[in-house]
C-alpha cells in the first residue's frame, strides 16, 4: 500500500473487501466475543477489547495515513492521550508545548501528576530553552502543532532533533492539521497522536482517539494500554472514522481554500484587531509553516477586543455555529476562554495569551462566498 499516493491511500488502506464475502465497505464487527477453535486457539480475535476486526481495519488506515508502524484507535483523543502518558511511572519528567488543548493540560495537572510523573510546560519553540529542560529522567516531549487557539507553530524536525540526541521520544498531536496537511513522523516524530474526532472523522457524528508508533515496543506499549485500560473505540465508531477518512484528502483541499479565502477577508476587517492564521504573511511563522505543513488549514483564530463583542458577534453568525470542536464539514465559531480552555483559570489563560475576546473559527466546507457574508454582516453587529 504504501507505493500509493495520498488520496488512494486514503480510499484503500485499510480499506480492502471483505475477504470472507467481498463486501466493498468493512463491516461492523458488533460483537464482543469470539467463539475460539479450541483451548488457548482462536482465529487471530478473542475478546473486542483486545482486537476487532473493523477496529483492526481503522488502525491500518490510520498507520498508512501517518507512516508509522502501528496504529491504536481510542474511544476519544483525550483517552488517546491517557494511554500515552500512563506508561510512564512515578519519577519520570514529561515535557509538554507550553500552549495545548486545554483539556491535555487538565488531564495533565489533575490526574498524572498525582501518580508522581513531574510535568513540565515549555516554550517549544526556543530550542535552547528545551535543551536546559531536558533532564535525566526526562521520557516524553509532546508537541502539539499548531497550537490552539494561537496558532503557534512548532518546528518538529529541529525539537525531534534535540529531543533525540538526548535519547527521548517525541510526540505530536496532529488533530489540527490532519495527516493530510503535516506528516510529523517524516519530520522525526516516534508517536503521532489524533483526535479523530475533528478532521479525520469530519462530520461531527463521533469522538474517537488514536495513538500512530514507529517501533515494535510502541505496539506492544499501546497495545497493553488498550487492554488494560480500556478506553477502546466501538466498531460502530471505528466504521464512521474509516468513511471518514474516505474523503479526507477532498475534504481538506476544500477547508484549506476556504480557510484560505475567509483569511484574507478578516484579516482586513476593521472590527478584527488581530487574526492569528499561519497561512498569512503576517503569521510570524509563516515560513515554517510553508515548509512543515502541506497547507494552511482552516483554523483561525480572531480578537474582537472583549467579551461582549464576541457574545454579539456568535449571536449575529447564522451559518457558523456557535460550538465547540472543529474539523467537521460545517463551519464554527467558539469563544475560547470559555469553552476549550475554560479549565484553566483567568491568570492562566492570560499567562498563554487567551484573552476574553478571543474568538476561534473552524471554517467548513460550504460555499467560501456564503461564509464570508456571514462573518460580514456578524461582525457588523460588533
Ligand atoms: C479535541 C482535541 C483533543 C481532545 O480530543 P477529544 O476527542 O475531544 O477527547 C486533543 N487535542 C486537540 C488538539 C484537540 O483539538
Same mark, same amino acid.
Given at each position: 500500500m504504501s507505493e500509493y499516493k495520498y488520496a488512494t491511500l486514503a480510499v484503500h488502506a485499510g480499506q480492502q473487501p471483505d475477504p470472507q464475502t467481498g463486501a466493498v465497505n468493512v463491516p461492523v464487527y458488533l460483537t464482543s466475543t469470539f467463539e475460539l477453535t479450541g483451548v488457548g486457539t482462536d482465529k487471530g480475535w478473542d475478546y473486542s477489547r483486545a482486537g476487532n476486526p473493523t477496529r483492526a481495519r481503522l488502525e491500518e488506515a490510520l498507520t498508512a495515513l501517518e507512516g508509522g508502524t502501528c496504529g491504536h484507535a481510542f474511544s476519544s483523543?483525550?483517552?488517546? $492521550?491517557?494511554?500515552?502518558?500512563?506508561?510512564? +511511572?512515578?519519577?519520570? +519528567?514529561? #515535557?509538554?508545548?507550553?500552549?495545548?488543548?486545554?483539556? !491535555?493540560?487538565?488531564?495533565?495537572?489533575?490526574? #498524572?501528576?498525582?501518580?508522581? #510523573?513531574?510535568?513540565?510546560?515549555?516554550?517549544?519553540?526556543?530550542?535552547?530553552?528545551?535543551?536546559?529542560?531536558?533532564?535525566?529522567?526526562?521520557?516524553?516531549?509532546?508537541?502539539?502543532?499548531?497550537?490552539?487557539?494561537?496558532?503557534?507553530? !512548532?518546528?518538529?524536525?529541529?525539537?525531534? =532533533?534535540?529531543?533525540?540526541?538526548?535519547?527521548?521520544?517525541? /510526540?505530536?498531536?496532529?488533530?489540527?492539521?490532519?495527516?493530510?496537511?503535516?506528516?510529523?513522523?517524516?519530520?522525526?516524530?516516534? $508517536?503521532?497522536?489524533?483526535?479523530?474526532?475533528?478532521?479525520?472523522?469530519?462530520?461531527?457524528?463521533?469522538?474517537?482517539?488514536?495513538?500512530?508508533?514507529?517501533?515494535?515496543?510502541?505496539?506492544?506499549?499501546?497495545?497493553?494500554?488498550?487492554?488494560?485500560?480500556?478506553?477502546?473505540? /466501538?466498531?460502530? =465508531?471505528?466504521?464512521?472514522?474509516?468513511?471518514?477518512?474516505? !474523503?479526507?484528502?477532498?475534504?481538506?483541499?476544500?477547508?484549506?481554500?476556504?480557510?484560505?479565502?475567509?483569511?484574507?477577508?478578516?484579516?482586513?476587517?476593521?472590527?478584527?484587531?488581530? #487574526?492569528?492564521?499561519?497561512?498569512?504573511?503576517?503569521?510570524?511563522?509563516?515560513?515554517?509553516?510553508?515548509r512543515q505543513q502541506k497547507g494552511f488549514g482552516s483554523m483561525m483564530t480572531l480578537e474582537l477586543g472583549s467579551r461582549e463583542a464576541v457574545d454579539r458577534f456568535l449571536k449575529s453568525v447564522k451559518i457558523f455555529l456557535n460550538a465547540e470542536s472543529l474539523g467537521g464539514v460545517e463551519s464554527l465559531a467558539s469563544h475560547s476562554a470559555t469553552s476549550t480552555h475554560a479549565a484553566l483559570t483567568e491568570e492562566q489563560r492570560l499567562k498563554i495569551g487567551i484573552t476574553q475576546g478571543l474568538v476561534r473559527l473552524s471554517v467548513g466546507i460550504e460555499d467560501k462566498d456564503d461564509l464570508i457574508a456571514d462573518l460580514s454582516q456578524a461582525l457588523d453587529h460588533v
Open positions: 483523543g483525550m483517552a488517546a $492521550i491517557t494511554a500515552l502518558v500512563s506508561p510512564l +511511572h512515578a519519577g519520570d +519528567h514529561l #515535557i509538554c508545548s507550553q500552549n495545548v488543548y486545554g483539556g !491535555t493540560a487538565r488531564l495533565l495537572d489533575r490526574v #498524572i501528576q498525582h501518580f508522581g #510523573i513531574e510535568i513540565e510546560y515549555v516554550d517549544l519553540t526556543d530550542l535552547d530553552l528545551l535543551k536546559k529542560s531536558i533532564k535525566a529522567n526526562t521520557k516524553l516531549v509532546h508537541v502539539e502543532t499548531p497550537t490552539n487557539p494561537l496558532m503557534q507553530l !512548532t518546528d518538529i524536525a529541529a525539537v525531534a =532533533e534535540v529531543v533525540h540526541k538526548a535519547g527521548v521520544e517525541v /510526540s505530536v498531536d496532529n488533530t489540527f492539521m490532519s495527516p493530510a496537511l503535516q506528516s510529523p513522523i517524516a519530520l522525526g516524530a516516534d $508517536i503521532v497522536m489524533h483526535s479523530t474526532t475533528k478532521f479525520l472523522n469530519g462530520h461531527s457524528d463521533g469522538l474517537g482517539g488514536a495513538l500512530i508508533g514507529t517501533k515494535p515496543e510502541h505496539k506492544d506499549r499501546f497495545l497493553l494500554m488498550q487492554k488494560a485500560m480500556g478506553g477502546i473505540l /466501538s466498531p460502530f =465508531e471505528c466504521f464512521l472514522v474509516l468513511r471518514g477518512i474516505k !474523503t479526507l484528502p477532498l475534504r481538506m483541499k476544500q477547508h484549506e481554500e476556504n480557510g484560505r479565502a475567509v483569511a484574507a477577508f478578516l484579516a482586513k476587517h476593521a472590527k478584527v484587531q488581530k #487574526i492569528f492564521y499561519p497561512g498569512l504573511e503576517t503569521h510570524p511563522q509563516h515560513e515554517l509553516a510553508k
